[in-house]
């Protein structure tokens, strides 16, 4: 029956037409394939260089790879992926990375085109709380620590932070460059002047001290778990999410904090003095010797419309866990920042908290305002939960910001060398990935 059909070379034409047009529209529907339409199954992609919109927010999209355009990040299933692609990633937090950004303009600024080096991550100025470490080809090992083991509390941060880091290795759908790094896990990390090529991945950042320009924030150790205060974060924020979720009017119509006094009295003595024998004021001193010492648990403070946060010995971990309550949060001038306080907006449509003087004496007007203002007061908690709690403060973005943080890194700093020599009894050398493996390690 085709050799009619052949026998014209127009017919023949025709017939080849159709073989590729259907060579094409297969190549692009089955799964796996980009086709040249830039398209994954099926679904239109933006590829890199192009722009892409959360909300009224848009943003470049840097670092290759492809976004899906009918794809938005979904926090009701995606809160805890961990798999994100490097393009999902900016797609749904593009202002994630102020930290890293301005932290690599930072060292190109000090260092033009020249590599961070191997000297400048050294920990020979650290006295304790410190660690080195390398990814290589995707393997974590531990190649230096000092003083982890001493104090139980550094254990702990030390552990935590690397079990964030395994995690974003592991669950990455992408390759992990090889790098070598250092952090400290300590409040005070006692970087000086003395010299200022030195460099180091820590919890937070004096933003009024220029030393601290120097540091690499990283997500702090409670990300993970805080230990006697909360387990795992993600499911923090689903016991927030169950205390009266849905219904802030019902919250307790007051203000909470629980605290020490013990250490920075001067600015939670203030903060005592101001709210002393208010009517709206739960604000307590713990007092483990007392009959009642007032503690309550981290997800206790969700029950109420108002809190407040304060710094303590540098930050204070306690501010995510109060932003995902789902209140409205006081916070007073911060001196230490970390890799998510740029995302702390204090007036204006998108407000997610209350701005406070570092003495507290405008708490009182504030607070009696937001209780005659109700409406005013629940927008804020709603757009902490909106855009904090249920977005940029939930466990898959922490994991984007590692693997941003490993891909900017590897952009400023050298290549490791992962080998080590070991002497071997018939006097030949053998050679090592050196340090330790995350697996051996923790």
Known sequence: MWRPLLR??????????????????????????TGGAGRTYGIPSLRAGGTTTTGTVKTQIPYGGQVEERWAFDVTTERDNHSLTRAQCNQAFPLLYHELDRSKAYWKGQQGDKKIGPEQIDLKWSGDGGLTAMIYKQQLYITHSRGLNHFGHWKERSHATLHQIQRAILASPEPIPDI?????????IDLTPDDPSVTIWAFSRNIHDPVMDRVWVIPDFNWWTYPRVAGAFGDFQRQAMAIQSDNFDAKRDQLVWRGTVDFNLELRGPLMAQTDGQPWSDVRRIDEDAENPFRISMPDHCRYK??????????????????????????????????????????GPEQNYVQVENDWADLPPKMDELIMKPAKARLIADNAANHLRDHYFTPAAQTCYWRR??????????????WSYARMPDDTMERRVKGMTYEEYV
């Open 180 to 188: 070598e790094f250092s952090i400290k896990i300590n409040d005070i």
């Open 405 to 418: 943080l490993f891909e900017v890194w590897r952009e400023v700093s050298f290549e490791p060398d992962p």
């Open 8 to 33: 014209s070379r127009r017919n023949l034409v025709i017939l080849a037409l159709l073989v590729v047009i259907g060579y094409i529209s297969f190549a692009q529907l089955r799964p796996g394939s």
């Open 306 to 347: 108002f809190a407040v946060h304060t710094e303590g010995t540098t930050w204070s971990g306690r501010l995510k866990y109060l932003l995902s309550c789902h209140s409205v949060v006081f916070i007073h001038r911060l001196s230490w920042y970390t890799h998510l306080y740029h995302l702390l907006t204090p007036a």
